[in-house]
């Protein structure tokens, strides 16, 4: 089974662009969630999709945003981009059920995208 | 808010010995509670689950142990390889049945051989 794939791996932008990352889970899961990691900050939660809608979000502002398709395949968008949104962008896959069963809370993560903001 | 405590200091062992790495938490009581691997540029890898009615958790080197009466979680690593060499992350999930993990800072373990 393929495993979760991003697009694109790297990105550089500068202040005020927008940029938009992309995040394919693992065939038949239906979450997909969303972390930032930073050196400082290390892993912080972003949000989270199920069948297309979102379930949670963390603390971060509405220039990060997110959807997802019906295919389960997941965007994250962020605007006016800030020298801070450099980060290592991390999407994360799971079966989704909404129950507490050890196999539907296992996450799997894709490999990133680093996104440097200059 | 609740907060989770890695030991944010590198831990050098030799190989061969146990490596045991501490995430404390507190404001919060989970159900359970996650270790992932990362190594340098890759996404975490999950390592172990724990559930808060388990004390102890075994696979393969790995145990983890679970003390939700003094909110600490152990991670030993048995017989260390060089291989083991990573950052280790403890993770909780904060939402029922969703998947919000709030994620330690982790511990840097650097197996010398």
């Known amino acids: 089974k393929a495993g979760v794939t991003q697009t694109p791996r790297y990105l550089i932008k500068t202040r005020g662009q927008q940029v938009t990352l992309s995040c394919s889970p693992i065939?038949?899961?239906?979450?997909v969630s969303w972390y930032q990691q930073t050196p400082g900050q290390g892993l912080q939660f972003l949000f989270e999709?199920?069948?297309?809608?979102?379930?949670n979000k963390g603390n971060f502002p509405g220039r990060f945003s997110g959807r997802q398709f019906s295919n389960s395949r997941s965007e994250m968008n962020v605007s006016t981009l800030e020298l801070g949104d450099s980060a290592l962008y991390l999407c994360?896959?799971?079966?989704?059920?909404?129950?507490?069963?050890?196999?539907?809370?296992?996450?799997?993560f894709g490999p990133g995208t680093r996104l440097t903001v200059l | 808010s609740q907060k989770i405590e890695q030991n944010s200091e590198a831990l050098n062992i030799q190989e061969g010995k146990t490596a045991t790495l501490t995430c404390n938490y507190t404001n919060y009581s989970p159900a359970y509670l996650q270790w992932y691997r990362q190594d340098p540029g890759r996404g975490p890898v999950f390592l172990l689950l724990i559930r808060e009615n388990e004390k102890e958790k075994r696979k393969e080197r790995l145990k983890v142990t679970f003390d939700t009466t003094l909110k600490q979680s152990l991670f030993h690593i048995t017989a260390s390889q060089p291989a083991d060499s990573a950052t280790y992350l403890c993770a909780l999930d904060i939402s029922t049945g969703r998947r919000a993990l709030t994620f330690g800072s982790g511990t840097r373990l650097q197996v010398q051989p």
């Open positions: 994360a896959s799971s079966g989704g059920l909404a129950v507490i069963s050890r196999s539907y809370n296992e996450q799997f």
């Open positions: 999709y199920f069948s297309e809608t979102q379930r």
């Open positions: 065939s038949g899961h239906r979450s």
